[in-house]
């Protein structure tokens, strides 16, 4: 038996919309927020291990919020994505606030990581399913010829927003459910009943159909994929800096993609069925809080998570 997989929560932009966590609205009557439900699934699917990945600005509030009471149930660690944290030989443009953006999320923790993680965003609602699938995988499996990676995949229908637009990876998989290619598509929007994406402000809309699978960024990767995000970052710097000082950002699905086209990784793409549910816009929160409650009173939940 190998190590057992971790979960590794990208929260460093956590509260930014909001202006604060402790304006972040529970979804509950208990305080619970979405990153509850995350880690109360995670830790029922066999995870025992959280390490949040925060900026040092929010660490205290987030302790406060959050961190304190997961620590009662979970293994807690943490890591600081800051905007200085790049190779040397490298200096940080002037004006630039941005994060370096998901791939450099998880690169901040290769110091901690020395087995199979799951990745996932702080603020977005997984469903139960995904996270037994997706510690199953990497618990019984190790990469061979090839890194063995693993994507759950959502329909794209089932996560849209029906208050503005959202990122999502678009995803092809092939017969054998891996992963062909993907490409993030920073803008899709619901116009009636369907989903298109624009990449020119609008000028222009592309359709995607219903069977569309995309990633909602939770990956299962092996420790391999740290030394590749080391490795290929300098790179990134060097082709994207000169071109887009302030706003320019290190994705996974990009590495991942790279890896796929030179056939060093296989990434195995675990569909799931559940709606995704998060907060994009504050609009959504009725929506969510709505949902909760169903899934509550469905069973699937106990009234309240976390037993004091």
Known sequence: MGKKPVLVIMAAGMGSRYGGLKQIDPVDEYGNIIIDFSIFDAKQAGFEKVIFIIKKAIETEFKIHIGNRISRYMDVAYVYQEVDKIPEGFEVPEGRVKPWGTAHAVLCCKDLIDGPFAVINADDYYGKEAFHMIYDQLASVEDDDRYQYTMVGYQLYNTLTENGHVARGVCSVDGENHLADIHERTRIEKHGSLAEYTEDDGATWVGLPESTIVS????????????????????????????????????????????????????TVLKSVDRWYGVTYKEDKEMVVKAIKGLKDSGLYPQKLWED
């Open 216 to 267: 909602m960024n939770m990956w299962g990767f092996t420790k391999s994929i740290l030394g590749e995000l080391d490795g290929r970052f300098g790179a990134f710097l060097e082709q994207n800096l000169p071109v887009n000082p302030l706003k320019c950002e290190y994705f996974l699905p990009f590495v991942v993609d790279e890896l796929l086209k030179s056939g060093r990784a296989e990434v």
